[in-house]
């Protein structure tokens, strides 16, 4: 026995080390094994070229690290139809085993994501092709058509089926609690869930939402094929006898983004809001993209609307006359409050996206920038300061210290007073210094934001 031990320690070696760590399943991460088609027929089912989607986050729909566990060589791969929005999961593995962490209930899980569009079976899923064809047009039916669009034909290279071609887009709204539409809106929650970051499903029961569809169907037909996207809105009592309108969830479907229905269905929203005389209308909680497609459509509708020119004018022709200093000045960069109030009421711009417009279009005024760059700069560092810091950011005492947070970078500043506002000295320069540089960080990406909107906006409005 002894000269065995000595003769073959590596296999006796890996026997120990078994007996320590029996099997041990590092699991696989959701985002690592899933992949989800669109598809808009049978024959995309297995095809080579379908359009695979790209969802913000599988992983946290998987415990807590995101990982399934006890399968080998996972592969999940899950059809979501566009025509009816029924999903099937077609989960591929070697086999399955306890590592220690149990077997992930992948069908729970899924069900999380799809609810009760995912289907059984393979052959359900493909019949609803046909079952289901007109059940767009089935549920649009009863909607009041609000837009209209003839689309030009896109020489993409998305895939065929779901191109959009010459056809008729429009806008159709309807509200969600009735049978139909909170049906669709079922069916439509993977991929809000999916494709819109930090969504949750909205209450269907509730009579103050409204969904407003971007359908689009051929040009020599009269009736709806293709859903192209989709927005839902809240409208709140506003004292004493309007309301306002909030977008919670605006998506329009991968293969039809970055062709104009986002912006299209942000214009009919604003020409919904101006004929019912809403208060105004706001985003909840917009993506960065989101955001700058709605700062390129409000500073065009800024740009011409007549009663704030001269205070636009104002402000650029003292920006272009005087040198800002880092230093408090009194003349006032803000618009006016008639302006804001002008704004609000006319154009349904609530005043915290009119003072983001505000500052593309001191911008655009200024053109060329290039010898006003360094005041204009002063400018935008001197709002964030207020932003970030409140009006009276240059009083001594006050301090921003930084604080994690997942969804905005201008809000990762706190202020605080320190008693007796006295800070010691070495601390407040290494503070400050590192505010500084962080401060400059913002206003850079800031100022790519502003370049980027209006290049955009003077390339319309030319
Ligand atoms: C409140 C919330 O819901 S936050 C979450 C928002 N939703 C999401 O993030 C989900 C995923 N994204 C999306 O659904 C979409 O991309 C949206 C809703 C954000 C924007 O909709 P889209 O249809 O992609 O935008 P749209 O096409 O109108 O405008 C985008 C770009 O296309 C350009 N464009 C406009 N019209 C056309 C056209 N006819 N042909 C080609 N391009 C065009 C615009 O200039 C713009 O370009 P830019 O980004 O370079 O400025």
Same mark, same amino acid.
């Given at each position: 026995?002894?000269?065995?031990?000595?003769?073959?320690?590596?296999?006796?070696?890996?026997k120990?080390?078994?007996?320590?760590f029996?099997?041990?399943?590092?699991g696989?991460?959701?985002?690592?094994c899933?992949?989800?088609?669109?598809?808009?027929?049978?024959?995309?089912?297995?095809?080579a070229d379908?359009?695979?989607l790209?969802?913000?986050?599988?992983?946290?729909?998987?415990?807590?690290?995101?990982?399934?566990?006890?399968?080998?060589?996972?592969?999940?791969?899950?059809?979501?139809?566009?025509?009816?929005?029924h999903?099937?999961?077609?989960?591929?593995?070697l086999?399955?085993?306890?590592g220690?962490?149990?077997i992930?209930?992948?069908?729970?899980?899924?069900q999380r994501?799809f609810?009760?569009?995912?289907?059984?079976?393979?052959?359900?899923?493909?019949?609803?092709?046909?079952?289901?064809?007109?059940?767009?047009?089935?549920v649009?039916?009863?909607?009041?058509?609000?837009?209209?669009?003839?689309?030009?034909?896109?020489?993409?290279?998305?895939?065929?089926h779901l191109?959009?071609?010459?056809?008729a887009?429009?806008?159709i709204?309807m509200?969600?609690n009735s049978?139909?539409?909170?049906?669709?809106?079922?069916?439509?929650?993977?991929?809000?869930?999916?494709?819109?970051?930090?969504?949750?499903p909205?209450?269907?029961t509730?009579?103050?939402w409204?969904?407003y569809?971007?359908?689009?169907?051929?040009?020599?037909?009269?009736?709806y094929?293709?859903?192209l996207?989709?927005?839902?809105?809240?409208?709140?009592?506003?004292?004493p006898?309007?309301?306002?309108?909030?977008?919670?969830?605006?998506?329009?479907?991968?293969?039809?983004?970055?062709?104009?229905?986002?912006?299209h269905?942000l214009?009919?929203?604003?020409? !919904?809001?101006? =004929?019912? &005389?809403?208060?105004?209308?706001t985003? *909840?909680? #917009?993506?960065?993209?989101?955001?700058? +497609? $709605?700062?390129?459509?409000?500073?065009?509708?800024?740009?011409?609307?007549?009663?704030?020119?001269?205070?636009?004018?104002?402000?650029?022709?003292?920006?272009?006359? !005087?040198?800002? =200093?880092? &230093?408090t000045?009194?003349?006032?960069? *803000?618009? #006016?409050?008639?302006a804001?109030?002008? +704004? $609000?009421?006319?154009?349904?711009?609530?005043?915290?996206?009119?003072?983001?417009?505000?500052?593309?279009?001191?911008?655009i005024?200024?053109?060329?920038?290039d010898?006003?760059?360094e005041?204009?700069?002063?400018?935008?560092?001197?709002?964030?300061?207020?932003?970030?810091?409140?009006?009276?950011?240059g009083?001594?005492?006050?301090?921003?210290?930084?604080?994690p947070?997942?969804?905005?970078?201008?809000m990762?500043?706190v202020?605080?007073?320190?008693p007796?506002g006295?800070?010691?000295?070495?601390?407040?320069d290494?503070?400050?210094?590192s505010q500084?540089?962080?401060?400059c960080?913002l206003?850079?990406?800031?100022?790519?934001?502003?370049t980027?909107?209006a290049?955009?906006?003077?390339?319309?409005h030319?």
């Amino acid at each position: 026995m002894v000269g065995k031990q000595a003769a073959d320690p590596i296999t006796d070696n890996k026997k120990r080390r078994r007996v320590g760590f029996p099997n041990l399943d590092d699991g696989v991460e959701a985002n690592e094994c899933i992949k989800i088609f669109l598809v808009g027929g049978k024959e995309e089912v297995d095809a080579a070229d379908s359009f695979c989607l790209d969802p913000v986050d599988l992983n946290r729909f998987f415990g807590d690290d995101g990982k399934i566990y006890g399968y080998k060589d996972l592969k999940i791969t899950i059809w979501l139809s566009s025509i009816s929005f029924h999903a099937y999961a077609d989960i591929a593995f070697l086999n399955t085993s306890d590592g220690g962490k149990g077997i992930t209930d992948l069908k729970s899980a899924l069900q999380r994501i799809f609810g009760e569009s995912l289907l059984e079976k393979k052959d359900d899923f493909l019949q609803t092709f046909s079952t289901e064809s007109q059940y767009i047009r089935s549920v649009v039916v009863n909607g009041e058509v609000l837009h209209y669009e003839a689309s030009k034909e896109h020489n993409d290279n998305s895939n065929s089926h779901l191109k959009v071609e010459a056809c008729a887009v429009e806008v159709i709204r309807m509200a969600v609690n009735s049978m139909p539409v909170g049906q669709l809106y079922s069916r439509l929650v993977p991929l809000v869930l999916l494709l819109v970051d930090g969504s949750s499903p909205i209450d269907i029961t509730d009579p103050g939402w409204e969904i407003y569809l971007v359908a689009q169907r051929k040009a020599d037909e009269q009736e709806y094929s293709t859903l192209l996207g989709f927005a839902t809105v809240y409208r709140f009592y506003h004292y004493p006898d309007s309301s306002r309108l909030r977008i919670s969830q605006i998506l329009v479907l991968p293969p039809y983004q970055g062709q104009g229905h986002g912006r299209h269905l942000l214009e009919t929203l604003y020409s !919904v809001a101006i =004929s019912e &005389k809403v208060y105004d209308v706001t985003v *909840e909680e #917009p993506s960065d993209y989101l955001q700058h +497609v $709605r700062t390129c459509i409000d500073t065009l509708r800024l740009l011409v609307f007549d009663p704030i020119q001269p205070a636009i004018h104002s402000v650029v022709s003292h920006m272009k006359q !005087v040198k800002l =200093s880092k &230093k408090t000045c009194s003349f006032q960069f *803000e618009p #006016p409050a008639s302006a804001v109030e002008d +704004v $609000r009421r006319s154009l349904k711009i609530n005043k915290k996206q009119f003072l983001q417009c505000w500052e593309v279009l001191i911008y655009i005024g200024l053109d060329p920038i290039d010898q006003h760059r360094e005041n204009y700069v002063t400018f935008i560092s001197d709002r964030m300061k207020v932003d970030i810091l409140g009006k009276d950011s240059g009083t001594a005492g006050k301090q921003v210290i930084e604080v994690p947070n997942d969804y905005d970078h201008e809000m990762t500043f706190v202020m605080f007073r320190t008693p007796g506002g006295e800070v010691g000295s070495i601390e407040m320069d290494k503070n400050q210094a590192s505010q500084e540089e962080q401060l400059c960080q913002l206003v850079d990406e800031r100022m790519k934001e502003i370049t980027l909107i209006a290049q955009k906006a003077s390339l319309h409005h030319a």
